[in-house]
């Protein structure tokens, strides 16, 4: 089956302990992205990869890190997480070229006390 | 800045009702416009999109009615049901610009269609 998969799917965690929220896609898409969704907000780029070892800043990429070092894995990194970063995260994929659909993951629920 | 602004909020419709949601974009150089909906617990996931070309698309009860000089572009769901409840957000994206960006969502709407 055709998916991207997030984990963990809930997390809690402290203020500044480092955490990963990984992501994988099984459809060979070059461009992956990581999103975040707060109420009222809509859904907000955070980082964006176009391949292997190619990524770069979205609107909103302060607090957060990200490594392309497979095709397949697109793993999203705070290092220092702060309360400002609870939020909804969704991680994406779609092949490049225009219009192609992008396929999201179920999402992964952080929260920073 | 918001570059895709999305109305309303929130939309109560009765069941086989019309639900309209709209959004207004700013960026000329925005060509493809996609609708997302997501369920509870769910990742996004696309329901229609149309190219400026066109002054509308029709799939199924889903229409995008889109006025490129007004910069607006709505959904329309004719017939609404109980299982059309969701949150739905608009999106704009430029592709002939070249630009690696990603889409530009809406704040999104979240429709309930009473039984």
């Known amino acids: 089956e055709a998916q991207v998969t997030q984990n963990p799917r809930y997390l809690i965690t402290v203020t500044g302990k480092k955490l990963t929220v990984t992501c994988s896609q099984n459809?060979?898409?070059?461009?992956m992205s990581w999103y975040r969704q707060d109420p009222g907000l809509g859904l907000r780029q955070i980082y964006y990869?176009?391949?292997?070892?190619?990524?770069d800043k979205g609107d909103v990429p302060e607090g957060y890190k990200v490594s392309r070092k497979e095709k397949r894995n697109f793993p999203l990194i705070l290092e220092s997480p702060s309360p400002n970063q609870t939020s909804l995260y969704f991680c994406?994929?779609?092949?490049?070229?225009?219009?192609?659909?992008?396929?999201f993951g179920p999402g992964t629920r952080l929260t920073v006390t | 800045q918001q570059q895709v602004k999305q109305s309303p909020q929130s939309l109560i419709v009765q069941k086989g009702g019309i639900s309209i949601i709209n959004c207004a974009y700013e960026?000329?150089?925005?060509?493809?416009f996609p609708w997302y909906q997501q369920f509870p617990g769910k990742g996004p996931a696309l329901l229609i999109a149309?190219?400026?070309?066109?002054s509308e698309k029709k799939e199924g009860r889903f229409t995008i009615s889109f006025n490129k000089s007004a910069k607006q572009f709505s959904l329309h769901i004719m017939d609404s049901q109980p299982g059309d409840s969701a949150t739905y957000f608009c999106?704009?994206?430029?592709?002939?610009?070249?630009?690696?960006?990603?889409?530009?969502f809406g704040s999104g709407t979240q429709l309930t269609v009473l039984p």
């Open positions: 999106a704009a994206r430029s592709i002939s610009s070249g630009s690696a960006r990603q889409l530009t």
């Open positions: 459809m060979n898409h070059e461009y």
């Open positions: 960026n000329t150089a925005f060509d493809y």
């Open positions: 990869s176009m391949n292997v070892e190619v990524t």
């Open positions: 994406a994929s779609r092949l490049q070229g225009p219009s192609y659909e992008q396929y």
């Open positions: 149309i190219r400026p070309d066109v």
